[in-house]
């Protein structure tokens, strides 16, 4: 019997769950509100990293001398960078449908909703369509954490959403909220132009992360102009017509033209009918998750930010596929469980951060016996052939048997390069393993080798 499997949001978790689970041979029906891809690429990654993505060039061209060439300066076009942006994301919708109709997939456009044991329903402009489900996979991702002292407008108060690009470039920005998104907008706006402080409510930006990592990022930003007011809990926001005022808890204030809230996300889980058919849940989360995404009710998947596990698009899309696959039956056959400690991922500031697996600090914290070696760029001919010594490969593997057990890399490319210690960690290859790998000459790459030797 075919298997009739209904997925509800059409982001990263749905989309590749729905082709992964019809080329299996399953009879897929894909629900999505607004567009495929979802917020990773109306909201999230993709605009975000457009955006970055034109930032870097400024710094190129502005560090032009370095490379033998006279310098030159760049104008921001706000409506050209918009039109960028939007560009990119209707390439990407209109390849994401293309697969997902090759795959004889049903696309059906309105908003989903869980009605009856085994029964989706979709709202549509048409109106309510219904469909029977052997299996259901909900997947609606997150939007962005609003504090109940803020009011965002779109134009002087931001989300992130509200920034690809703002209606005007910020004269001076406020950034609340200095985890990885709260710095990349940070990093993005300061190539733009902007001035920009961030609002730091611990000692140091990125918490949680390699403290050496955090403070290479941290003195990039001092070079760059950008304000670390450190220690400093936002508790409101005053606004007039042109200017808004930040209110920290310690009595400090800072007024800038624009604030952008970068304070964490909250999970779309409300409306989808979940404890109506005796899902547990813990407020807007799911309280019990098997190691196949299963909730208490076994017909019943969550993937993707809803999940409560690590909010990354690469993530989401992994967690689809391995549903996709518990659905089709196919772990009996051979199935790794998904390991989110050895999930690369990548931080797109200026220098870039990436790392993998276990950190430096844990094992010290840990009393783990552990082997770093590190690396600087500036040993690298490519990084000077670039003009770009900036950052380090730092490696760390078990000092008995060799297996790399993480790293972490500052500096241009970080987020592919990490690529190699991420399939490293994965697959327990040895330092002997990469060192021993004849890579390319002069690149980047170099670097990993010599950290593993
Ligand atoms: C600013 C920012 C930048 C980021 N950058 C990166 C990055 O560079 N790399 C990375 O890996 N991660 C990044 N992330 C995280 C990443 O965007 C998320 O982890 C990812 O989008 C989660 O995928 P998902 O499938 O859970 O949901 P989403 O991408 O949120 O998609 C969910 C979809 O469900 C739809 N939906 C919701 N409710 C319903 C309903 N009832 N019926 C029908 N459809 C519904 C929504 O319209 C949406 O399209 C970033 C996040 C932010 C905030």
């Not at 955006?51 to 400024?58: D, S, W």
């Not at 006279?70 to 990407?92: H, M």
């Not at 696959?325 to 991922?345: F, N, P, Q, T, W």
């Amino acid at each position: 019997m075919t298997s009739r499997f209904v997925i509800i949001g059409g982001g990263p978790a749905g989309t590749e769950a729905a082709t992964s689970a019809a080329r299996l041979g399953a009879e897929v029906t894909l629900i999505e509100r607004d567009i495929l891809g979802g917020a990773a690429h109306l909201w999230d990654c993709i605009p975000s990293k457009t955006m970055i993505a034109t930032g870097e060039m400024i710094d190129e061209v502005a560090s032009a001398q370095g490379m033998g060439l006279t310098p030159a300066n760049c104008e921001v076009d706000l409506d050209a960078l918009r039109k960028r942006v939007v560009g990119i994301e209707s390439i990407l919708e209109r390849q994401k449908r293309t697969l997902l109709d090759s795959q004889g997939v049903n696309i059906v456009h309105g908003t989903g909703r869980i009605a009856d044991s085994h029964v989706v329903v979709a709202d549509t402009a048409e109106g309510s369509l219904s469909f029977e489900a052997d299996s259901i996979m909900v997947c609606t991702g997150s939007s962005p954490r609003i504090p109940d002292w803020a009011t965002p407008d779109g134009r002087q108060i931001l989300t992130t959403r509200d920034a690809y690009p703002p209606p005007t470039l910020p004269e001076h920005l406020v950034v609340i909220g200095s985890g990885v998104t709260g710095v990349e907008f940070v990093s993005m706006f300061a190539s733009l132009g902007s001035r920009v402080t961030l609002v730091v409510s611990r000692q140091h930006v990125l918490p949680g992360k390699d403290p050496e990592v955090a403070g290479v990022l941290e003195d990039a930003f001092v070079e760059k102009g950008v304000r670390l007011l450190k220690g400093a809990r936002a508790v409101d926001i005053e606004q007039s017509p042109d200017s808004v005022l930040v209110k920290c808890d310690d009595g400090r204030l800072v007024e800038g033209s624009h604030a952008l809230l970068a304070i964490g996300s909250v999970p779309n889980t409300p409306g989808l009918g979940l404890e109506d058919v005796g899902v547990e849940m813990d407020g807007p989360w799911v309280r019990h998750l098997d190691h196949h995404m299963r909730t208490n009710i076994e017909y019943i998947y969550v993937a993707g930010d809803i999940s409560g596990k690590l909010p990354l698009s690469s993530v989401a899309t992994m967690q689809g596929r391995k549903i996709a696959e518990h659905v089709m039956g196919l772990h009996k056959i051979g199935h790794r469980h998904l390991d989110y400690d050895k999930a690369a991922s990548a931080i797109f500031t200026d220098p870039e951060i990436a790392d993998v697996g276990l950190a430096e600090a844990d094992a010290f914290a840990e009393g783990r016996k552990v082997r770093v070696t590190k690396v600087p760029f500036a040993a690298s001919a490519k990084a000077l052939i670039n003009n770009d010594p900036t950052g380090f490969v730092k490696m760390i593997s078990d000092p008995a048997t060799g297996v790399v057990l993480g790293g972490s890399i500052v500096g241009r490319s970080a987020a592919e390069l990490i690529s190699v210690i991420a399939v490293a960690v994965t697959n327990g290859l040895t330092t002997a393993d990469i060192a021993e790998s004849i890579l390319v000459h002069p690149a980047l790459s170099e670097a990993l080798r010599e950290a593993a030797e």
